[in-house]
């Protein structure tokens, strides 16, 4: 990248030397207003935001010790003013037919339908459009946390879908990725990240250490 990119946590930018109200990122506003009109209360908002103007636009799902929503099969948990639970109100809502030609594929019919993830991966692939950059979407939890549940569905890796839902072409714009990694690869070695990696290590969950080793 050009040049280091702005950073928005629940859709608000993070401005470390201004006490002023962060503004709503533009973009996502826009898509709220094509895909959300009607919904009264927990629109969507990505957890993290990375936007690199005219080059790209990262959107991260990140999860703890929570695993990745999946949709409802009762036709019933959709009530009207939120956002749908089912997977077919889902997918009218969030209708692909308002992205790009060809930008997101049918998914389908079996197997879990990660709801969240769905819809975080709609956000993207709508706003880097209209922004005219490259979009990205990193689903990123705990891999100790993840493995401790991975009898559920919702705490597996979602890739499979994901890649399912695109071209091949735009695969490898969506990232799995745990925070394990990313301590060890970006955060432990970082002398300047001293203080954030002794955080890390020492984060608990539960009564227990959150994070492997």
Not at 55 to 71: P, Q, R, W
Not at 87 to 94: A, D, K, S, V
Request: charged share 25%; with cysteine; proline share 6%.
């Amino acid at each position: 990248m050009k040049n280091e990119p702005e950073l928005y946590v629940w859709g608000l930018e993070i401005r470390l030397h201004d006490s002023s109200k962060p503004p709503l990122f533009p973009a996502l506003g826009s898509a709220r207003g094509i895909f959300e009109q009607g919904i009264a209360k927990f629109l969507t908002e990505p957890d993290i935001m990375l936007y690199a103007p005219g080059e790209l636009l990262v959107l991260v799902e990140a999860k703890f010790t929570s695993g990745n929503t999946i949709a409802s099969a009762s036709v019933t948990h959709d009530v009207i003013g939120d956002k749908p639970r089912t997977r077919e109100g889902i997918l009218e809502r969030y209708n692909s037919q308002k992205l790009p030609r060809d930008a997101l594929l049918a998914p389908s019919s079996s197997g879990p339908f990660y709801s969240q993830l769905y819809r975080n991966l709609v956000f993207a692939i709508y706003m880097a459009s209209k922004l005219d950059v490259r979009w990205g979407l990193v689903n990123l939890v705990s891999e100790r946390q993840f493995h401790q549940r991975q009898n559920k569905v919702e705490f597996q890796d979602p890739t499979q879908f994901i890649h399912a839902l695109l071209p091949e072409e735009s695969r490898d714009q969506f990232l799995f990725c745990t925070w394990e990694r990313l301590y060890a690869d970006h955060v432990a070695k970082a002398t300047e990240l001293k203080d954030l990696a002794e955080f890390m290590y020492n984060k608990s969950a539960n009564g227990d250490r959150a994070l492997g080793d």
